[in-house]
């Protein structure tokens, strides 16, 4: 595809369900991010894949939260037992290493949790 | 201390003024600095990029930075209505993790 795809954009979950949100990167990028971004607030990393290394989840608010890239390219974020602080919108970005590592952003997931 | 500050705004000017955000970062290590736009209920989308010291032009868009200050600037020339947004400052060090580190953003308004 021509931009980074995530998908599902809205998800209204109740509290204490588990949620994947899925990320499609540009075609070719190596990279790829999550970041959250809470209401009126800049953008929050989570977690960053590169190639076949381990994924820096240096990020990651708690033991909820994990990710995982398959075959290098698709992502997905899981959040278990979801909380009403995880409210958010997660946004997804992919870069292609070298080229100054500029990164080109999904259009995010909206999670509401009741 | 944030990483990286950013006055929250509305920064409101009128219709083909120039509008000037502003931000400050906290780590030395820092080395490449980005302004992203976003507007409501959008994702970000990339406006500038600056590594070195001075001022890097495209179009009506002017990025500034200076290291000793700790401070990077972007300057809208000839401001337009569709230029309001909310504007995301973000650093990133460049050792280690390559994700970037947000602001806050600045609202800007532009008055027609």
């Known amino acids: 595809g021509a931009g980074v795809s995530q998908s599902p954009s809205n998800k209204v979950t109740e509290k204490g369900k588990d949620v994947e949100l899925r990320c499609d990167p540009i075609?070719?990028?190596?990279?790829l991010y999550w970041y959250r971004q809470s209401l009126g607030q800049g953008l929050e990393f989570l977690i960053y894949?590169?190639?076949?290394?381990?994924?820096?989840k240096s990020g990651l608010p708690s033991d909820r939260f994990s990710a995982e890239r398959t075959g290098g390219s698709v992502s997905t974020l899981t959040i278990q037992r979801t909380q009403q602080e995880d409210s958010a919108v997660y946004l997804c970005?992919?870069?292609?290493?070298?080229?100054?590592?500029?990164?080109?952003f999904g259009a995010g997931t909206r999670l509401s949790v009741l | 201390q944030k990483e990286v500050e950013q006055n929250s705004g509305p920064l409101s000017v009128p219709e083909g003024a120039i509008a000037s955000l502003n931000c400050t970062y906290s780590?030395?290590?820092?080395?490449?600095f980005f302004w992203y736009r976003q507007y409501s209920g959008k994702s970000p989308e990339l406006i500038m990029f600056i590594y070195s010291n001075g001022d890097k032009e495209d179009g009506r868009f002017t990025a500034q930075l200076n290291k000793a200050s700790q401070y990077v600037s972007l300057l809208i020339r000839d401001s337009q209505p569709s230029d309001s947004a909310t504007y995301l400052c973000a650093q990133r060090v460049d050792t280690g993790r390559r994700a970037l580190t947000f602001g806050s953003g600045t609202r800007l308004q532009v008055q027609p």
């Open positions: 075609s070719g990028h190596t990279a």
């Open positions: 970005a992919s870069s292609l290493m070298g080229g100054g590592d500029i990164q080109y």
């Open positions: 780590d030395r290590g820092s080395q490449s």
């Open positions: 894949f590169q190639g076949n290394s381990a994924p820096d």
